[in-house]
């Protein structure tokens, strides 16, 4: 539960908690979303890519960091185009363009270090 994850989170390097917010962040948003509009596919993508993210900070965790920065930019692509892309569609920044902003960050974040750690 949230105890171990507190316990855990203290011991979790730098690079990884920019992938742990981002798993909060999108996770929250496609809860968000559902309460809001009782959106289904807006909780199934929020904790699909909330996971994604929570595994990508479990990866850099564990000396796995080329794997981990790769699948949070990875994460973060496709966030920043589909979000961005909704946004530009619906015309509204909430919560599209948010979590867009938070893919393209994500995204701009960890690709380098993907480079920087890469075998």
């Known amino acids: 539960g949230m105890k171990r994850a507190r316990e855990f989170a203290p011991s979790m390097p730098g690079e990884a ?3 742990m917010t981002a798993a ?3 996770a929250l948003g496609g809860v968000a979303g559902y309460a ?3 959106s289904v596919p807006s909780l199934i993508a ?3 890519f909330g996971a994604g993210y929570a595994g990508a900070a479990g990866l850099i965790s564990s000396d796995k960091q080329f ?3 790769a699948l949070a930019s990875f994460l973060g692509g496709i966030l920043a185009s589909s979000m961005g892309a909704r946004a530009l569609r619906t ?3 909430m919560p599209a ?3 867009s902003a938070v893919g393209a960050i994500s995204m701009a974040y960890h690709m380098p270090k993907a480079f920087e750690w890469r075998p």
């Open 67 to 69: 794997e981990g920065h």
């Open 46 to 48: 929020g904790l699909t």
């Open 91 to 93: 015309g509204k920044l």
């Open 24 to 26: 909060a962040v999108v």
């Open 97 to 99: 363009g948010m979590i």
């Open 36 to 38: 809001r509009a009782r």
């Open 17 to 19: 908690h920019a992938a």
